[in-house]
């Protein structure tokens, strides 16, 4: 596609259920990013993947979060008995290589947990 | 990853130039600094990269002393759409930009 794109573009969950947020990054993009956002904060690193694997999960707040990614392309973010911290806005990036190559954003998933 | 200092806020007028400067003392001998842009409720967008001395583009310069310890991104003649926040991230191409470290930025406020 044209960029990054993200779904859902707005979440609205109650405290304990599971959410799945989905990133489907550019066509030929080997390297696919998850970060959070928080209000008013600075990005958090969450993880990366190299094609299918993650090399790097060091940034997944807890055994609650977890992502995958399939065929080279889209990935899932999965964050089960979700508590009201998680609200946040949750990004996804990718870029051509790992090889620090700019990083192209989705418009990112507003999640709320009530 | 380095890390990095920079202003919290800045303020400017239509037309006139911008400068931002970042310290990153630790920086290391393989490390590239890079400049995002980040509008609200958007993702940040790359705006520059540059290793030394001087790099441009059609949106900004970057300029990087000898001793690489700090730089400056430069937005010439802003606009209102300029005003966002402006990330500055310092890391090794090969092994530390595969999570980008952001900081709390500095955000830009253009006034007419």
């Known amino acids: 596609g044209a960029g990054v794109s993200q779904s859902p573009s707005n979440k609205v969950t109650e405290k304990g259920k599971d959410v799945e947020l989905r990133c489907d990054p550019i066509?030929?993009?080997?390297?696919l990013y998850w970060y959070r956002q928080s209000l008013g904060q600075g990005l958090e690193f969450l993880i990366y993947f190299q094609g299918n694997s993650a090399p790097d999960k060091s940034g997944l707040p807890s055994d609650r979060f977890s992502a995958e990614r399939t065929g080279g392309s889209v990935s899932t973010l999965t964050i089960q008995r979700t508590q009201q911290e998680d609200s946040a806005v949750y990004l996804c990036?990718?870029?051509?290589?790992?090889?620090?190559?700019?990083?192209?954003f989705g418009p990112g998933t507003r999640l709320t947990v009530l | 990853l380095a890390k990095t200092t920079q202003p919290i806020s800045m303020d400017s007028y239509e037309g006139q130039e911008v400068n931002i400067t970042c310290s990153h003392n630790n920086i290391a001998t393989n490390d590239y600094i890079t400049w995002y842009q980040q509008f609200p409720s958007q993702g940040p967008r790359f705006i520059i990269q540059?290793?030394?001395t001087k790099v441009t583009n059609e949106v900004a310069s970057l300029f990087i002393p000898a001793d690489r310890k700090s730089s400056t991104l430069s937005l010439p003649r802003v606009s209102l759409s300029d005003t966002a926040v402006y990330y500055c991230l310092v890391g090794d191409r090969g092994t530390g930009f595969q999570k980008l470290v952001f900081g709390t930025g500095t955000r830009l406020l253009v006034s007419p």
């Open positions: 066509s030929g993009h080997t390297a």
């Open positions: 540059g290793y030394k």
């Open positions: 990036a990718s870029s051509l290589d790992w090889a620090g190559n700019e990083q192209f």
